[in-house]
């Protein structure tokens, strides 16, 4: 079992409420940071982890769907060279593995303790990675059923590990390039299913609350309401989603998609709503892409707590957020990034991108 020498913790903050987590099994990770970069862009298909799983001990998948010899996408993925990504020599569209060196592991007694004046507990919950068998494609790149199939299996995961013990939230997040913190080149999302709620979700559900309380209405369809008559941050619409750079984005270039119709859960999105939201992703992520010439960046999906409580006055959305500054002393102190660029320039720049 990794990591059980070093089990991770969670800790928190006695001022702000937050949890922090502390991972040092996570530091046995391959590649120091200083070496990502070059390590990274120079990945090739033959050294690359996640297309070479036959040739690695201890892999466990949690979910995969397989490819049949007929299926046309095999010739797609033949198309980028070898090795063709395989789990016990057959191909597969996409696998989800637990991570080799994973932030929180199932197998610890759940016990909070007190030391000092901070409440612990133990680095208890799931790490898992998915992993669409694409070597050299974006998610802004697939083709639109493949985005979706990501979508699926996002939701698939979601709902299993909803149902363990003490999960309260399930995070969903992708890292492209290092600069954003992937460690490994072939693109990959990760999911991490924890016993406490973020304290940003905290804020945002409270906010959202307090918001309804006092207009009678959900502030994230306030937004969107807004943001369909003014048009000028839209870049991005159809039947289900929209995506827009807010008009208080916390980075330039920083992209949200809300379902328009108001739904606290992710995981409870519909068959026809997973193929919008492919088109509204895939969308965003490739005009981020030719606008901004592939930068780093970070998308998660912010939801509604696993926890079983109410939570009907929240929305939930994916925010896209392109590492195309850096977070200074200001940034760091405030949370306040000072932007140079109005996000109806971004929002422009976004459409026009070819
Ligand atoms: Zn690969
Ligand atoms: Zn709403």
Redesign the pocket.
Known sequence: MPNNQHPSELRQDIVSKNWVVIASGRSKRPKSYEGLKAAVLEQPKEECPFCNFDKQQGVQVSLIHPLTSKDPYLDELKKEGAPLPTWKKEPYSIIDIQNKFPAFVKDVDFKEKLVGPYRVLPGYGYHEVIIPASHNKTYGQLPDERVKEIIDVFQSRYLALAKEPHIDYISIIHNHRPEAGASIAHPHSQLFAIPVIPKDIRNSLHGSRKYFEEHG??????I?EWERKEKTRVIFENENFIAVCPFTSVVAFEVRIYPKL??PYFERIEENEKISLAKALKFSLNKIYQALNDPPFNFFIHTAPADEQNHD???WHIEILPKVTIWAGFELSTGIEISTVEPEQAAKLLRDAE
């Not at 209405?217 to 306030?222: A, F, G, I, R």
């Open positions: 209405k959900c502030p994230h369809c306030e969107i108001h739904s006055h929240y929305h």
